[in-house]
T-cell receptor, first 113, second 113 residues
Framework: QKEVEQNSGPLSVPEGAIASLNCTYS??????FFWYRQYSGKSPELIMS????GDKEDGRFTAQLNKASQYVSLLIRDSQPSDSATYLCAVRGRGSTLGRLYFGRGTQLTVWP | DTAVSQTPKYLVTQMGNDKSIKCEQN?????MYWYKQDSKKFLKIMFSYNNKELIINETVPNRFSPKSPDKAHLNLHINSLELGDSAVYFC????????????FGQGTRLTVV
């Protein structure tokens, strides 16, 4: 399924830099979007949700949504080695696919000291 | 207090066997899911139940049968296990099928030998 696509990475940034993770989705009517973080061997953990166009900030994380371009991004400011993980973009289905939460294949981020 | 818990965490079994994975959530959510994460880390939805009713049944072999005795529990039974069934299976729950985030259990790593 190609409902959600992410830049596959891996992405490597130095400590203190801004990490930028991108995601596009195919269903123009999608209403809700999520970013999950998954450490190796662990389960996905929700870090951000966004529903409206624009930016949403939570600490060092900023999610950006542009529904016209069908694009969601996650910025991590002042990246830390503890941010090293795989980041998963997820999009809620609607209509005939209501109830489904589709995931991208994830972007692996490494933050080096 | 674990919100979404699944057992067992690890399962190693021989081809042809039948096995079950159990999931329970104490969040009071109406909707529960089973996801399969393959070796390339792609999270693919398998099933979803809303208030004990099956609402999503993706293209999954008939050997996989979910059961929801009540809205807090969702189990997955797998018959005649095959090598290709080896993966990590995640249970998740969300408040409902609308624009809400999902919370994941810790996963069950199934290895078929």
């Amino acid at each position: 399924q190609k409902e959600v696509e992410q830049n596959s990475g891996p992405l490597s940034v130095p400590e203190g830099a801004i990490a930028s993770l991108n995601c596009t989705y195919s269903d123009r009517g999608s209403q809700s979007f999520f970013w999950y973080r998954q450490y190796s061997g662990k389960s996905p953990e929700l870090i951000m949700s966004i529903y409206s166009n624009g930016d949403k900030e939570d600490g060092r994380f900023t999610a950006q949504l542009n529904k016209a371009s069908q694009y969601v991004s996650l910025l991590i400011r002042d990246s830390q080695p503890s941010d090293s993980a795989t980041y998963l973009c997820a999009v809620r289905g609607r209509g005939s696919t209501l109830g489904r939460l589709y995931f991208g294949r994830g972007t692996q981020l490494t933050v080096w000291p | 207090d674990t919100a979404v818990s699944q057992t067992p965490k690890y399962l190693v079994t021989q081809m042809g066997n039948d096995k079950s994975i159990k999931c329970e959530q104490n969040l009071g959510h109406d909707t529960m899911y089973w996801y399969k994460q393959d070796s390339k880390k792609f999270l693919k939805i398998m099933f979803s139940y809303n208030n004990k009713e099956l609402i999503i049944n993706e293209t999954v072999p008939n050997r996989f049968s979910p059961k929801s005795p009540d809205k807090a529990h969702l189990n997955l039974h797998i018959n005649s296990l095959e090598l290709g069934d080896s993966a990590v299976y995640f249970c998740a729950s969300s408040h409902d099928t609308g624009n809400t985030e999902a919370f994941f259990g810790q996963g069950t790593r199934l290895t078929v030998v």
